[in-house]
C-alpha cells in the first residue's frame, strides 16, 4: 500500500468517483493541473458522466506520470476515491490488488472490503466550515496527504487557481484541513504500529 | 564568628533542660548557632520553618521531645510531618531537604544534644552559604492617598453607577459575608481607607472577575483590588495571607537569582522531552502544592503536568522544559507584593529569552494569563507565543483521526476564573468536555462566565464565609447528578478538596475531583 512517505512511482493512474455536482471532475482537473504546472509532469484526463448530470455518478480518470502519456484511460486504478456508494460500488473490483482506497466516512460503506483503506468525514467537515459544495477539496487535500502523488504546496496553489474568485482562501483553508486529517490519519497509524495508541 | 547562621527552635520542655546543661557547664555550643526558645515543636509550621529560609538561614534545626514524651501529646507527631514537607519542598526548591532537620532529645541528653549541634553546625558549613538573599522589602509609598486616587482614576472606579449589581452578584455576598464590593469602592472614593472593615474587606475579595463581568460600568474591581493591595502592603496593611503566608515566603525565596531551583527532578522518564525544541512547556508550581498538602489534602496536582506532557507526546511534540522554571509570580502580584512578582518575571524572562523559544505551552490558567498578560504590561516580553494546552490540543483534535474511549462517568465542571472570565473563554474547556464525553457532560447551575469561585485566589483571606461559599458550589456540583468534577487549575482542585474536608458535612461534600487534562490524557487515542 503507498502512502505519503513512500516514493512517487512513475505512473500514477487513479479514479475519482462521486456523483454529479460533488465537484468529482474539478477535483480531477485541480489533480492534473498540480502535476503538470506544480509539479512538471504528465497528466491527463478523462471524465465520464452517468445518465444524468446532476446527482448521477460520474468519475474522472486521472493519469500522472514521468514520461509521455499515450493511453489516458484508466481500467485499473492505483488509487480510488469514492464519495458516493454508488462509484464505491461500480469501481472497487477495478482498483489494483494492493491499490489505496480512499473514502467519504459518511457517504461510503466498503462493503466486501477487508483490506486496510482511508476515510475522512469529508462532506460533514465542509458542512462545518460552512459549505457542503467544498467536500471535493477537503478529500483533494485528504488525498493529497495520503498518496503524496502530487506536492502539497503544487496541490493548494492548483486549488486556489481553479476555484471561483473570492472563494480562494476559503477553498485553500478546506484544503488544509483535509491535508491535516490525512497526517493525522498516517500519524494515527504510525503510532497504532509503534503500540502507542494512547496518551 | 562565622558568616553563617543556623536556627535552633527549641522546645521549652524537654531538650531545653539539656541545652541549659550545656550552658551551665559551659560547653562549646557553636557560636553560629541562633536557639529560639518555643513552647512546642508542633507548634511550628511548615510556614513558619520556611520563613527562617526566606530570611536567609543557612540551616534550621527544630529539636524537641522525644515521642511519645511530648507534654501535649501530639506534638512531635505533628513537627515529624511539618518537617517532613518543609524538606520535601527545599529539595525542589533547589535549597537541599538537609538544611532543616529534626531532633528529639530527653532533658538529660545534654551529651547527645552538643554532639547533634556539632555535627549539624559542620554539615550546615560544608553546604555553604543559602544562596537566597531575602526578597526586596516592600517599599512604602511616598504618597500613599495620591497613589490611591491613581488606582482608582486607572480603573475608572468612578464610573460606579452605586447599582449593586456587583454585590448582588458577588459569590462572597451571597455566602452571607457582611461584604459589598460596591461599598468597597465608594468607601475608597470618599478616602475611607483606613476603615477597619475596608482594610480587611480588600484581602477578603477573591479577585474572581465576576463582579467585573456584571458592572454596567466595566468597572474592573478585581484589578483595583489587585492594585489597591499593592499600595496598602507597602503601608503595613496585614495581607491576611492563608497558611501562614507560606506561598508568598515560598514565591519571594525564587526571587534570589543564585538560587538553583529543581522544579522537574521529580518527572519520570517515560515523558519525552527534548532540550532543543523550540515548543517550551512551563509547568507552575503544582509540584509545590503536592508537596504541602500531602498529609492532609494528598493532592496530586503535578499529575496535570504529566498528563499535559503525555498529550503533548501523543501529538509527537517533546517539549523543552526550563530547568531554572520559578512561580509564575501570579499569587505576588495578586496579594500585593507587585516588586517580587517583577523580580520573578524577570528572572523567568532571562531564563527563556536566550533559549530561541518560539512558544511556550502551559497547563495552569494562572500561568497563562500571567505570561501572556501580566508580563506584557509590565514591560516583560517573552519574545514568543503564549498558548494554552486547551487550544493546543483542541487545534491537533480538530484534525482528526482522534477518538476517545467512552467513559461510564457522569461529568460536571468547575470553570478556572482565569481562563473562563479574565480570558473571556469559557468555551475552550467545554469544546473539549463535549468531544470526550459528549453524553454525560452536565453543567452546574452557575457556570461559564457566571461560574462560582472555588473558594480562594492567591492563597489570601480565607475565611468561613469563602468556606460556605464553596460549599455552596460543591453542592451544585453534587445536584448535577454527576460522580465526576472536573477541574482545569491545580488550585481549584486543592481548594475545593478542602472544602469536602469538612468532618460535620463528611459524605455529603465528597466528590471525585479530576484535572480536564487528566481526563483526556486518559481516554485519547488514535483511531
Ligand atoms: S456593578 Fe459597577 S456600577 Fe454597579 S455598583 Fe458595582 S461597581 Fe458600581
Ligand atoms: S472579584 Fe469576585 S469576590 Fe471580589 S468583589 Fe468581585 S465578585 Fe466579589
Ligand atoms: S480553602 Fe483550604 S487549601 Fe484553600 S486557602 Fe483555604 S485553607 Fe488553604
Known amino acids: 500500500m503507498m502512502t505519503g512517505k513512500e516514493k512517487k512511482t512513475s505512473r500514477l493512474e487513479i479514479i475519482f468517483t462521486g456523483f454529479g455536482g460533488q465537484g468529482i471532475i474539478l477535483a480531477g482537473r485541480i489533480l492534473g493541473k498540480a502535476a503538470v504546472i506544480g509539479d512538471h509532469r504528465e497528466s491527463t484526463l478523462v471524465q465520464a458522466y452517468g445518465p444524468e448530470a446532476r446527482g448521477g455518478a460520474c468519475s474522472a480518470q486521472v493519469t500522472i506520470s514521468d514520461r509521455p502519456i499515450h493511453y489516458p484511460y484508466v481500467r485499473r486504478p492505483d488509487v480510488l476515491v469514492c464519495m458516493s456508494q454508488g462509484g464505491f460500488d461500480k469501481f472497487i473490483d477495478q482498483m489494483k490488488e494492493g491499490g489505496a482506497l480512499l473514502i467519504d466516512h459518511d457517504l461510503v460503506q466498503p462493503r466486501g472490503f477487508d483490506k486496510r483503506f482511508f476515510s475522512i468525514p469529508s462532506t460533514r467537515i465542509a458542512e462545518e466550515l460552512g459549505r457542503k459544495m467544498m467536500a471535493n477539496i477537503i478529500m483533494l487535500g485528504f488525498f493529497t496527504a495520503i498518496t503524496g502523488a502530487v506536492s502539497v504546496e503544487a496541490a493548494r496553489d492548483a486549488v486556489t487557481d481553479s476555484v471561483p474568485k473570492g472563494t480562494e482562501e476559503m477553498n485553500a483553508a478546506a484544503f488544509n484541513r483535509g491535508c491535516d486529517y490525512g497526517l493525522a490519519v498516517l500519524k494515527g497509524l504510525e503510532k497504532k504500529a509503534a503500540g502507542r495508541a494512547g496518551a | 564568628m562565622t558568616d553563617f547562621n543556623i536556627i535552633l527552635f ?59 514524651s511530648c507534654r501535649y501529646g501530639t506534638g512531635t507527631a505533628n513537627a515529624q510531618g511539618h518537617v517532613e514537607d518543609t524538606r520535601g519542598i527545599l529539595e525542589l526548591l533547589g535549597l537541599g531537604k538537609d538544611r532543616l532537620q529534626l531532633a528529639t532529645f530527653l532533658p538529660d541528653e545534654s551529651g ?163 532540550p532543543g525544541s523550540k515548543t517550551l512547556f512551563f509547568g507552575g508550581c503544582a509540584p509545590y502544592f503536592d508537596i504541602f498538602f500531602k498529609n492532609f489534602l494528598r493532592t496530586r496536582t503535578r499529575e496535570i503536568l504529566v498528563d499535559s506532557l503525555r498529550l503533548l507526546n501523543f501529538f509527537d511534540v517533546h517539549p523543552a522544559l526550563l530547568k531554572e522554571e520559578r512561580c509564575c509570580g501570579h499569587d505576588l502580584l495578586w496579594s500585593g507584593d507587585r516588586a517580587n512578582f517583577l523580580k520573578l518575571a524577570q528572572l523567568n524572562a532571562d531564563a527563556i529569552r536566550d533559549k530561541g523559544v518560539e512558544e511556550i505551552i502551559t497547563a495552569c490558567p494562572e500561568c497563562y494569563s500571567t505570561l501572556r498578560r501580566d508580563y506584557p504590561a509590565h514591560g516583560i516580553d517573552l519574545g514568543c507565543k503564549i498558548t494554552h494546552i486547551f487550544d493546543f490540543l483542541e487545534q491537533e483534535i480538530d484534525k482528526g483521526a482522534v477518538g476517545f474511549k467512552g467513559l461510564d462517568r457522569q461529568l460536571t465542571f468547575q470553570d478556572p476564573c482565569r481562563l473562563s472570565r479574565l480570558e473571556n473563554r469559557p468555551h475552550l474547556p467545554r469544546r473539549l468536555l463535549n468531544r470526550v464525553a459528549p453524553n454525560s457532560f452536565k453543567e452546574m447551575k452557575d457556570s461559564g462566565i457566571s461560574a462560582i469561585c472555588c473558594g480562594n485566589s492567591a492563597w489570601t483571606g480565607c475565611d468561613s464565609f469563602s468556606k460556605a461559599l464553596q460549599v455552596k ?13 472536573i477541574t482545569a487549575c491545580p488550585k481549584c482542585q486543592i481548594h475545593l478538596r478542602c472544602a469536602m474536608e469538612d468532618p460535620f458535612l463528611g459524605e455529603e461534600l465528597n466528590m471525585e475531583v479530576l484535572d480536564l487534562t487528566s481526563l483526556l490524557a486518559r481516554a485519547i487515542h488514535w483511531e
Open chain 2, 473 to 485: 458550589r460543591i453542592r451544585q456540583a453534587r445536584s448535577t447528578g454527576s460522580d465526576l468534577l
Open chain 2, 112 to 274: 547527645s544534644l552538643l554532639e547533634f549541634l556539632k555535627r549539624f553546625s559542620r554539615e550546615i558549613e560544608g553546604m555553604g552559604p543559602s544562596p537566597i538573599r531575602p526578597a526586596t522589602e516592600l517599599i512604602p509609598v511616598a504618597e500613599r492617598d495620591r497613589a490611591i486616587e491613581e488606582v482608582v482614576s486607572a480603573h475608572d472606579v468612578y464610573a460606579c453607577q452605586d447599582c449593586g449589581k456587583c454585590s448582588s452578584a458577588c459569590p462572597l455576598t451571597l455566602a452571607g459575608k457582611p461584604f459589598s464590593p460596591r461599598a468597597i469602592a465608594n468607601a475608597v472614593i470618599a478616602g475611607d481607607i483606613d476603615s477597619p472593615s475596608v482594610q480587611k474587606d480588600v484581602w477578603a475579595c477573591l479577585t474572581c472577575g465576576l463582579c467585573y463581568d456584571r458592572c454596567p460600568s466595566a468597572v474592573d474591581f478585581s484589578g483595583f483590588i489587585r492594585d489597591l493591595r499593592d499600595i496598602l502592603a507597602r503601608s503595613g496593611s496585614d495581607r491576611h495571607a492563608s497558611h501562614g503566608e507560606f506561598f508568598q515566603s515560598l514565591m519571594r525565596t525564587m526571587t534570589s537569582r543564585d538560587l538553583e531551583v529543581r522544579p522537574w527532578q521529580w518527572l519520570s522518564s517515560d515523558v519525552r522531552t527534548d
Open chain 2, 10 to 68: 527549641m522546645c521549652n520542655w524537654g531538650p531545653h533542660a539539656a541545652y541549659q546543661a550545656l550552658q551551665d557547664t559551659g560547653a562549646s555550643i557553636p557560636d553560629n548557632v541562633k536557639m529560639v526558645r518555643i513552647p512546642c515543636t508542633g507548634r511550628i509550621s511548615k510556614a513558619l520553618l520556611f520563613k527562617s529560609f526566606e530570611m536567609g538561614a543557612n540551616g534550621v534545626a527544630l529539636v524537641g521531645c522525644e515521642p511519645g
